[in-house]
């Protein structure tokens, strides 16, 4: 299994505590594997940190690595051997749809506002309102991306536009740069052990790949599937004559799917 490593700069030893501290955690688990004194990129040499059991390169130029926090760690993934996505994903319960990425793999983009309004469809919770009755919301951790998510689709009409390439038509989406990257980060971060510095380092994001995911997050595709039936349907309705004129020229063979991001009743 392909992963990621973590350099600590200034650091000699990769506790738990180190780890929480860092955020890191949630990437790498509790037990991890290290080297002490590692000299990779910026000023400072420190611990080299990794999964558990993993056997990482210790030279600094086979990596490509990204800054975090502030140099608080750097994160590295081996120039010929990237991560993929079946290196990283995760449990998750969202329902996807697939979107190439940059490093030409195709990831899951988890659904946080289905057609029908649900929001964080795969991560509420039932709970009990002030009168005792059962209602459901996005749990407590994923009400920022919630509204995020909800304002991404009160905004999305006037986002998009139609453009026509080669015969097909096609919607694409003005860019808010900081705001599409945080929320596509954040919806990966759904289904896969990455942050916005593992998706850096790997170059997933290119403008096709937000394009794409923002309509992932929002169901675009199940919205458009009617009108694509339609369309369908009159592309074969205009093609009856031309088949039912070939099949009689042929010559005739001898056979043998709102709710608001904190509550929702």
């Not at 608080?72 to 993929?84: I, L, Q, S, T």
């Not at 749990?139 to 015969?167: C, H, I, M, P």
């Not at 290119?206 to 923002?214: D, I, K, N, Q």
């Amino acid at each position: 299994m392909r992963s990621f490593v973590y350099l600590l700069p200034g650091r000699f030893g990769a506790s738990p505590a180190v780890l929480d501290e860092l955020g890191l955690t949630p990437l790498l688990g509790r037990v991890v594997s290290y080297r002490e004194r590692f000299s990779g990129p910026g000023d400072e040499p420190g611990v080299l940190v990794c999964v558990a059991n993993a056997n990482p390169s210790l030279k600094p130029d086979d990596y490509e690595w990204q800054k975090c926090n502030g140099g608080a760690y750097w994160v590295g993934c081996h120039k010929r051997e990237k991560p993929r996505p079946e290196d990283l994903c995760t449990s998750s319960l969202h329902s996807v749809f697939p979107v190439e990425m940059g490093d030409g793999n195709l990831w899951d983009v988890p659904v946080l506002r289905t057609c029908a309004g649900e929001l964080m469809p795969g991560a509420r919770v039932l709970t009990l309102d002030d009168n005792d009755d059962v209602i459901t919301r996005a749990l407590d951790r994923y009400l920022e991306l919630a509204q995020k998510t909800e304002n991404l689709w009160k905004e999305f009409a006037d986002r998009t536009k139609t453009v026509k390439v080669g015969e097909q038509e096609q919607v694409t989406i003005d860019f808010k740069v900081d705001d599409d990257f945080s929320i596509v980060c954040e919806a990966l971060g759904l289904c896969y052990h990455v942050t916005k510095y593992e998706i850096s380092v790997l170059g997933l994001l290119t403008p096709y790949a937000v394009v794409e995911s923002l309509k992932a997050i929002i169901d675009f595709p199940t919205i458009m599937e009617p009108f694509e039936e339609d369309k369908a349907s009159g592309e074969q309705a205009d093609a009856q004559p031309e088949t039912a004129t070939a099949a009689a020229q042929a010559p005739v063979l001898a056979s043998d799917n709102a709710p608001t991001p904190d509550q929702e009743g």
